[in-house]
């Protein structure tokens, strides 16, 4: 374990939009308490370019995120890159490595199992669910707990407004998508995940595209039941449907179930990609009130999440807001420095990261049930 107060020498791997537009500039800002001391991408312009933006030496770049983790020289590993993560965040763990993984963690239960064994004992992996690290969330946890907790909800509601990347996008005047990524490595990496969307999930196209949102998206809102509730007790009702007949390739969805105190929930991923802005919603109702957030998009670093907590004062209704422009994904930095050097326990470690990919394959199991899709994989038992 690290010693606490130092910084950590991490190496991130990835260096896509997520990366680019929130994980190295934060790094680099916290410099309080990190140093990129290794880079990893398929794309040697993306490489050159990010390598010298953050003096990162040319010896500590890599085409290959495996071969940065083995080299060692670091502290800890940020894993950024596209797809299943669990092959990187293994070889990590085996390491001795503490991890900061972006979701997805993993595609199956059978990855989620083997992180599991390598990081028993410790705080050793922390999933990037950064809206648990927002000021606003963090406040709502408190005002529930001052209710009662969450046998005092009586339901709670989501609805996602996910406007297309381009939308969420302009401020950053990214460059265009890198073109030197060599086509061999792209087939290998796409194989694997067809792979392991075949082990998780079967063949059928609509549960392979309802399941990815959910790990790729919805898990974000996965994590908050978990926070606030508790993970969903049983999922009940699962529909995807089209914007228009030739519209996205990605459908809307719509999940709804029980929680573990008998409360219900609802989740509604509206993919709409040419509305103006993103826009998250999760409200929870309780007998004497609702504490609703509303998140913007998460590139837009400092934009305050609004908490607006419902209640009633000298006998009419009562509306409070509350904002921070302390941000979530900075909040999330901090928490994985005190795992690292503390041995702090994250919000969402690998036995929550599992629940996540349970409850996901647990709503595609019911899709197949209301839909007649034939199931394969984990999710089919």
């Not at 690290?2 to 910084?7: I, Q, Y």
């Not at 790094?27 to 290794?38: K, T």
């Not at 969450?150 to 609805?159: F, K, L, Q, S």
């Not at 998250?280 to 309780?286: A, C, D, N, S």
Request: charged residues 20%; aromatic residues 6%.
């Amino acid at each position: 374990m690290t010693e606490p107060g130092k910084r950590i020498r991490i190496a991130v791997a990835g260096l896509g939009i997520i990366a680019r537009t929130v994980h190295l500039p934060l790094l680099q800002r916290r410099s309080d308490l990190f140093e990129i001391v290794a880079l990893a991408d398929l794309s040697p312009s993306r490489m050159t370019e990010l390598g010298e933006r953050y003096g990162v030496e040319p010896a500590r770049r890599y085409a290959d995120a495996a071969r940065m983790v083995t080299d060692g020289g670091c502290d800890a590993v940020l894993l950024a890159t596209s797809g299943s993560h669990g092959d990187l965040a293994a070889l990590a763990l085996r390491a001795g490595l503490p991890v900061l993984c972006e979701k997805p963690l993993a595609y199956t239960r059978a990855e989620t199992a083997r992180l599991a064994e390598l990081g028993a004992g410790s705080p050793a992996l922390m999933v990037g669910y950064m809206k648990q690290y927002d000021p606003a969330v963090a406040e709502a946890a408190r005002l529930l707990a001052e209710l009662g907790g969450p046998e005092r909800v009586h339901a709670v509601e989501v609805t996602v407004l996910h406007a297309g990347g381009d939308r969420q996008l302009r401020f950053a005047n990214l460059p265009p998508s890198a073109g030197d990524v060599p086509a061999e490595e792209v087939a290998r990496f796409s194989a694997a995940d067809r792979a392991l969307l075949d082990a998780a999930v079967g063949t059928d196209p609509g549960a392979r595209a309802l399941y990815q949102i959910l790990i790729n998206s919805i898990s974000h809102d996965l994590s908050l039941l978990r926070l606030f509730t508790g993970a969903p007790a049983t999922v009940e009702q699962v529909a995807t449907w089209p914007l228009t007949p030739d519209g996205p390739a990605e459908p809307s969805v719509e999940i709804s179930g029980r929680l573990p105190d008998g409360a219900r929930y609802g989740i509604r991923w509206l993919n709409l990609p040419d509305y103006p802005a993103y826009r998250e919603t999760v409200t929870l109702h309780h007998a004497r009130g609702s504490l609703e957030l509303v998140f913007p998009s998460p590139y837009l670093l400092n934009a305050p999440t609004t908490l607006t907590v419902v209640d009633e004062h000298g006998g009419g209704e009562r509306r409070a807001a509350y904002r921070s422009v302390t941000e979530a994904f900075e909040q999330e930095l901090v928490a994985f420095h005190a795992m690292v050097t503390a041995g702090a326990a994250p919000l969402t470690g690998i036995a929550e990261g599992a629940a996540d990919v349970r409850t996901s394959q647990q709503v595609v199991r019911r899709y197949g049930e209301l839909t007649g899709a034939a199931i394969g994989g984990e999710a089919a038992s």
